[in-house]
């Protein structure tokens, strides 16, 4: 168990380019969380998956981001036309969603801080 | 709905102090509640959980959190504070029925410890 990784840790780009983060979850979890926090607030959701399929998105995810899970293994979030506002941590999340297995807890990465410029 | 309120949005206790961090929350089901610890340019540690069997909860590093439903209280003390302890700590309650690990958090405490 190697835990949640993601990549890059740190993003820095220009405002209007399109950017992409990737999340590695624990190889048993099913579920999968995206989750933004800003200065001084707390994490916000922003989407899950179960398995490969995307089951809530928030109103946070305005229709610049969009999110994969594609085989029901690691997750990408891409970001186009970046705006300073989205400037944050975004960290990924995750659970087994299987009775008795921890299965209320979240595991988290260590998060991609995004700055735009 | 879900919510969390976490009173204080900065606490400064010195070392062997007593730490207390305050999490009140919403929940229309039985939640379950967590808190977490992030240090600098890191990701979320869990401390410890509530999931309905004991009211006191004891978790990681000395720290332990009561369950008070009368008060929707979930505050989270340590009897002696240590330097290491220095972090920011969130409070977190699950959602409902099927999205029980879709987690709304508080805004945060940042518990600073002085020598």
């Known amino acids: 168990d190697t835990g949640v990784s993601q990549d890059p840790r740190h993003k820095i780009t220009k405002r209007g380019q399109n950017v992409t983060f990737r999340c590695d979850p624990i190889?048993?979890?099913?579920?999968l969380y995206w989750y933004r926090q800003t200065l001084g607030q707390g994490p916000e959701f922003l989407t899950y998956f179960q398995n490969e399929a995307q089951l809530e998105k928030s109103r946070l995810l305005s229709d610049r981001f969009s999110a994969e899970r594609p085989k029901g293994s690691f997750s990408t979030l891409e970001i186009q036309r970046t705006e300073q506002g989205d400037s944050a941590m975004y960290l990924c999340a995750s659970s087994p969603h299987d009775y008795g297995k921890d299965n209320e807890k979240l595991f988290f990465g260590s998060g991609t801080q995004l700055s735009v410029l | 709905a879900q919510s969390v309120t976490q009173l204080g949005s900065h606490v400064s206790v010195s070392e062997g102090a007593l730490v207390l961090l305050r999490c009140n929350y919403s929940s229309s089901v039985p939640p379950y509640l967590f808190w977490y610890v992030q240090y600098p340019n890191q990701g979320l540690q869990l401390l410890l959980k509530?999931?309905?069997?004991?009211?006191l909860v004891k978790g990681i590093n000395g720290f332990e959190a009561e369950f008070k439903k009368s008060e929707t209280s979930f505050h989270l003390t340590k009897p002696s504070a240590h330097m290491s302890d220095a972090a920011e700590y969130f409070c977190a309650v699950s959602g409902e029925g099927y999205n029980f690990n879709k987690f709304y958090f508080g805004s945060g405490t940042k518990l600073n410890v002085k020598p």
């Open positions: 190889s048993e979890h099913n579920r």
């Open positions: 509530y999931t309905s069997a004991a009211t």
